[in-house]
Structure formats: C-alpha cells, structure tokens
C-alpha cells in the first residue's frame, strides 16, 4: 500500500492518470482503451464542446459548506459522478472489475459493470451498494431473456442497455497499436508485455496463475467464450437487428430501473421515455464508435427538454470539474467518467481508483465554491455563457 501511495504523489488531476496508464500498460492494452474511431473527431469534438460555454460566477456568496449529494432514481450519492462501463478492465489492471466496484462501493458512487467484462456479474453485485449493469442485448428473444433472468438473479437493480453499437466500429487504429479481437499472442504481444514488467506480473502473470485464461463472463446467460477465441468476432458482431420492439420487450421483462444508453438525438430520448425507460444515457461511446459524431455536451439541453423530468446522464469526455459542472447546468442529473478510472485502476489498482474520485470531489468542491454554488440543484444556464 505504501508503494501505491508513493506511485499515487505525482497523479494531481485525470490528465496524470492518462499519462500514468500509458507509461503503465503495454502498447496495444493502453490502444485499446485509448483509440478512438477513424480520424479521432469525436475524440476531439468531445473536448472542445466544453470550450463552447464560459462559467459566470457569483461572488460574496457564504460558500464555507457545500454539498455534493445527488439523488438518482431514489438513492443519494456523495458525489454526481460515477463509473461508466468499460469492457475487458480486467487485462488493465488485475480483477479490474472488482477494483473499480469497490473503490465505488466505498465512496458511495454508482459504478456501472459493463457486458463485455471479464469477470461474473454475481461477484460484482454481491460487494454491496453496486446495483448497476449494462447490457449489449443478444441476438434474438430467448437469449435477452435468459441474460435478463440473469442480471435479475444476481441483484441488480438498474439494467442500462447500450443502443450505439449496430455493428462493430472501424478496427484499423487498434490494429495499429496491436490490439486484436481475438487476441492473439504473438511475438510484439510478449515484447511490449516485457518492457511493461510491473503489468506483466501484477495482471497477466497473476490472472492467468490464479484464474486461467479470461473469458467473456457476462455477455449470455452462460458463460462466454475466452478472449483468445476465434469466435469472439461472431459473439460480438453488432445487434443490426434490434430496434424499439425488442426495447419494449426487455422493458416489459425487466422489473427494475431501466436506462438507455447512446442517445444522442431528442426523438430517440423521447422514443426511450414513450417505451417506459427510467432514464437516459446521453453519450456517443467515448468517440469509439461513429467517428463526425455530435458532442453529448451539445445535444444536452434539446435531450432535456425532449424528455421533461425524466432522469438524464451523460458521458464521453469529461476530464474535469468544471467539466462537470458545465453538464449539471445545461440539464444533466449526473455524469459518468470511463477511461480516466481505467487508467487509475491500471497505475495503482483500488488505491489508484479512490484516489482519483477524491481528486475529482476535491474539484468539483473547489470550483463551485469558486462558482458561488453550495447545492449542485441550484446549477442552471445561468451560471453560464456560451461563446
């Protein structure tokens, strides 16, 4: 712990954490997490719609306390942020999953368990307070399901299904760093592993010693099939078939919360609230899908209006604070981070991810105090110009 803590001194803000996990995981792990579509315009679309507001602050406001809670579908957070979902955590940083869902846990934030991880559902929701998972839907009825029986059974209450994925994105910049699907071992593969020897023993060495070769856990009802086979292109080939209909069916299947993840466009969000979804995701992946793909941030304020009270969160590149707040006063109820926890959990395991939400408390509170704002619900465009 006290080594953690040593590699932890220098980690000031999510940016160091980004640099942390590439110094950290070899070259096509860290592609994987970092690539995104095509020419990166989401990527760089994502950011600079941040640029496009500037905050108008109050001053002499009495700003000695402030509160962070925020309530999401009837339970209150610490803070108005959490975890998004993020597929194979598990080769970043050793039993990521379970990393990233207990630092969470003792927190007290949402952290979301994605479909595509490496490690069973069940042993995620027995650690307690996390309650949240996110599904890509199956290919046909009985297998949703079963999945849905599935996710029930294990104890989660909030079901987000991820809607942006028709069909898988471009490969070529993951190809480029050397990642594959499936992964192959291959000679660069053994190369970047050894000139990352801290990953090498501390996941590699020691997933595959104690938990031998990881697979698919949470894609099916069953367990799925491992990382290094040649089927995994055909188990995770897009949904090009499912449209409203199936919605309507997981919404008539699924008794708890259910969220919709991917929207980006303001009849979409009203075509969620019209099937009896709970709440929506704004998001376009992290830029990993679409490339050209509108900002979240942009098409915030028209989702609002689009779906009145109806719980609205958002992701995709946030990396700051202020980030955050600019979100919160344009609409949002809450905001999810990927990567930045990836990176934390890889450099430094569940010290690395705890310290990297109270990096983010520590500036949300220091900006709205900065904002003149002691309660984030009283956040609104007001305490915003747009440039």
């Not at 050397?178 to 801290?198: K, N, Q, T, V």
């Not at 499912?242 to 299947?253: E, F, G």
């Not at 930045?340 to 569940?350: D, L, S, V």
Request: hydrophobic content about 45%.
């Amino acid at each position: 712990m006290t080594h953690q803590i040593r590699r932890l001194a220098h980690i000031r803000n999510f940016h160091d954490l980004e640099r942390a996990g590439k110094r950290h995981l070899p070259r096509p792990i860290h592609g994987y997490i970092a690539n995104a579509a095509e020419d990166g315009k989401s990527l760089a679309a994502n950011r600079a719609a941040f640029d496009d507001y500037s905050f108008v602050p109050r001053v002499l406001v009495d700003v000695s306390e402030i509160s962070q809670e925020t309530e999401l579908f009837g339970r209150r957070y610490a803070v108005p942020f959490g975890i998004a979902p993020m597929g194979i955590s598990a080769l970043s940083a050793y039993r990521g999953d379970l990393v990233l869902a207990r630092a969470a846990a003792a927190a007290n934030l949402p952290m979301i368990m994605s479909g595509s991880s490496l490690i069973p559902m069940e042993e995620i929701a027995a650690i307690e307070g996390n309650d949240w998972f996110q599904a890509y839907l199956p290919g046909d009825w009985p297998a949703i399901e079963a999945l849905i029986e599935r996710i029930r059974g294990a104890g989660f209450r909030n079901l987000v299904i991820t809607v942006d994925y028709a069909v898988p994105p471009n490969p070529d910049n993951n190809r480029r760093s050397g990642f594959s699907s499936p992964i192959r071992p291959s000679l660069r593969l053994a190369l970047d592993g050894l000139l990352r020897p801290r990953w090498l023993y501390g996941t590699f060495y020691k997933t595959l010693r104690h938990h031998g070769i990881p697979h698919f856990e949470n894609s099916y009802a069953t367990r799925g099939i491992p990382v290094i086979s040649k089927h995994v292109n055909r188990d995770f080939s897009g949904r090009t078939h499912l449209d409203w209909a199936y919605l309507a069916l997981v919404r008539d299947a699924w008794p708890g919360n259910l969220i919709i993840k991917g929207i980006l466009h303001p009849d979409d969000a009203r075509g969620a609230r019209d099937v009896g979804a709970d709440g929506v995701i704004v998001s376009n992946h992290g830029g990993r899908q679409l490339d050209g793909t509108i900002a979240p941030l942009r098409v915030l304020p028209a989702v609002r209006e689009a779906v009145g009270e109806l719980p609205v969160m958002i992701d995709s590149g946030f990396r700051r604070g202020s980030d955050v707040l600019k979100a919160l006063a344009l609409g949002a109820d809450f905001v999810f981070f990927g990567r930045p926890f990836n990176y934390a959990a890889a450099h430094a395991g569940e010290a690395g991810v705890s310290h990297a939400i109270r990096l983010m408390q520590e500036e949300i509170k220091r900006n709205m105090s900065l904002l003149g704002c002691r309660e984030l619900a009283a956040l609104d465009e007001t305490y915003l110009k747009q440039t």
